[in-house]
């Protein structure tokens, strides 16, 4: 079978649709700090486990025969679980028949939104640092990503560079808050502004809330669902992914306007149709409790603290962390010759050399800009963030 397969001719030649892209950042660190056993503090993943409670109820799905297809738009009661979520949190009533569809993570969700209304030649405006998935899902729509940078060293925005980003092709503008990498969380003050920006015009908001029961007192989660102005041009993105400790399970959810939806629902059929249907059963169920995420910021701001009251043992400089579970540091202190070296080079030689994997924040710019900044997640047990540590402490 070996010997016949790589027997074959090469296949036919065509143009890349995505020619500039390799394996992503966070594949590539995640596969070398496998390589040489480094506690891996770069891809955003918990290293413990779910809720029991949350396995049981899938498990007892599955035995139910809730294995067949899901309705399209996901199951009834998991947007009804949903729009529930959202109007006592955000205040907003979203219809769960006409303005919720459960995707298959946050990742198909944006690629999702952005596919159903970008065209060739629109623009579609990307605030960096920002998530990887932006800029290829932006030209896969056939647009082109306008980057504006967020200001360095505080990671605020800009919005004079933000208004004179715009132009008469600006279809979107795609916000992440609290913000990856920089664990920077919007203010009341700022979605106000960004509101005033985009009332007047016709560009369309994805809003990617993947954090948002991440955020740590005294801020507060500031969804564009708050906004009336906002939450009527924004198709809203977040994943259970990161709420609910299963990264792997690939389920996130889009709530928009209905005619947003209606728009949305109409590529989703066609490049999911639906999603994982005992595990959509068994979120409904598990979120009538609001105990679980409710309780996130406390238990994820413990874990921050001791995160960070340990890199005051050693000479990263750690940046203010609001939201998320991410922790951005400088590295222009530590007393080796290779904090000179580019940031992608030096999250490498850090995982290699000194067995603690982290993520370069050039990766998040289009151009990789580089500032002497990268990101730790501290999604971790407290054994792993001690480990981590004890070996960041050597520099
Ligand atoms: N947006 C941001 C800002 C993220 O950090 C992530 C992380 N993975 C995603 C989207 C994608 O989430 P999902 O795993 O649900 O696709
Ligand atoms: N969002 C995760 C991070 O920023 C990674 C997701 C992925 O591996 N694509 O680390």
Redesign the pocket.
């Known amino acids: 079978m070996n010997s016949e397969t790589s027997a074959l001719p090469p296949p036919p030649a065509f143009d890349s649709r995505l020619p500039h892209v390799g394996t992503t950042i966070f594949s590539a660190i995640s596969a070398l700090a496998a390589r040489h056993q480094a506690v891996n503090l770069g891809q955003?993943f918990p290293d413990f486990d779910c809720d029991a409670h949350l396995l049981e109820a899938v498990n007892t799905a599955m035995r139910q025969g809730l294995n067949q297809y899901a309705p399209m738009p996901g199951a009834s009661a998991l947007r009804q679980a949903i729009a529930a979520k959202i109007e006592t949190l955000y205040g907003r009533a979203y219809s769960a028949d006409t303005e919720i569809t459960v995707t298959a993570?946050?990742?198909?969700a944006?690629l999702t939104a952005l596919l159903c209304c970008v065209k060739a030649g629109d623009e579609v405006i990307v605030l960096e640092p920002c998530?990887d998935?932006y800029a290829p899902g932006i030209h896969l729509a056939g647009g082109r990503a306008v980057a504006v940078p967020l200001t360095p060293g505080s990671f605020r925005p800009d919005f004079d560079l933000l208004a004179a980003a715009i132009s008469a092709r600006t279809r979107a503008l795609i916000l992440?808050t609290p913000h990856?990498p920089s664990g920077t969380v919007w203010t009341a003050a700022e979605m106000r502004q960004l509101q005033e920006i985009l009332a007047p015009t016709r560009i369309l908001l994805i809003s990617?809330e993947?954090?948002e029961h991440m955020v740590y007192a005294p801020a507060r989660h500031e969804s564009a669902a708050r906004y009336p102005l906002l939450a009527a041009r924004a198709f809203i993105v977040s994943?259970f992914?990161?709420t609910c400790h299963v990264?792997g399970w690939?389920i996130?959810y889009v709530t928009a306007p209905a005619a947003l939806t209606a728009e949305l629902r109409k590529v989703h059929q066609f490049n999911v149709f639906s999603v994982n249907t005992p595990m959509q059963h068994a979120l409904a169920q598990y979120m009538a409790d609001p105990a679980p995420y409710l309780q996130l910021p406390a238990f994820y701001a413990a874990r921050r603290d001791l995160f960070r009251a340990g890199l005051a043992r050693t000479r990263f400089r750690p940046l203010p962390c609001e939201g998320t579970y991410f922790q951005t540091v400088s590295i222009a202190d530590l007393n080796v010759p290779e904090r000179a070296l580019p940031e992608a080079d030096f999250c490498q030689w850090l995982t290699r050399e000194i067995g603690v994997a982290a993520i370069p924040l050039s990766a998040f710019y289009g151009n990789g800009f580089d500032q002497g900044l990268i990101r730790f997640c501290f999604a971790k047990k407290d054994e792993t963030l001690a480990q981590a540590i004890a070996r960041l402490e050597r520099l």
Not at 105 to 108: I, W
């Open positions: 955003g993570g946050a990742t198909q944006i998530y998935s992440n990856n990617d993947v954090y994943s992914g990161k990264t690939k996130g």
